[in-house]
């Protein structure tokens, strides 16, 4: 009886430590995903990007453009700066390079981070006008841009649709302002995961 007893108590702490066991994998799984950046969908005329951005190092940089991707800030607007072996620009509803604003109606300080370099193609940065004058405009860089490190803020990369940014590269564009012939136009852009929510712009 005493056999059975212990046998009994055995088989209840395996399936105690087993069902812990399982808690805690779920926990981590939780935890990793919370901690996950976000991704966002650009949805062009030319194709889709998908851009990963990092919230960690840069969560001012990251906040606002989240917040204008989520109100449908983007939708519409044209990529307005094209130069071939250098970078993609946009973001400017003005479409003129000298419009934009941030969630907060005002420039915003820069968020340079060392270990974040314009290193390679694919790299998602805040255009500016000079030190802490970011608001909605972004590029794009084509190759490597090190010497724009320092001074402009890195905060993503493309993950997906590096071949669409390449061909948005080689669009015949006009001058002075580079801008490309036929308009390239972010259609659709979103936070990946969302409920996809299409805004007009007002003219």
Do not use: C
Request: aromatic share 8%; glycine share 10%.
């Amino acid at each position: 009886m005493k056999n059975i007893f212990n046998y009994l108590i055995g088989i209840l702490l395996i399936f105690s430590i087993s069902y812990s066991q399982q808690d805690t994998v779920k926990q981590k799984g939780r935890k990793l995903e919370q901690t996950k950046n976000p991704v966002v969908v650009m949805e062009t005329n030319m194709g889709t990007i998908e851009l990963e951005l990092f919230a960690k190092q840069t969560p001012k940089t990251v906040e606002n453009f989240l917040g204008l991707v989520r109100k449908g800030y983007y939708n519409g607007v044209i990529f307005h700066r094209v130069i071939d072996n250098f970078m993609i620009q946009g973001g400017d509803p003005t479409g003129t390079g000298r419009g934009g604003e941030s969630i907060w109606g005002k420039e915003f300080e820069d968020e340079i981070r060392p270990e974040l370099k314009h290193d390679g193609p694919g790299i998602l940065s805040m255009a500016n006008r000079g030190p802490n004058t970011n608001t909605s405009q972004f590029f794009i860089t084509l190759v490597a841009t090190p010497w724009l490190d320092g001074k402009h803020t890195v905060f993503g990369k493309v993950i997906n649709g590096m071949d669409v940014v390449k061909a948005i590269g080689k669009v015949k564009t006009i001058k002075p302002g580079d801008r490309p012939e036929k308009d390239v136009v972010m259609k659709k852009v979103y936070v990946k995961g969302e409920e996809v929510k299409v805004e007009k712009k007002k003219k």
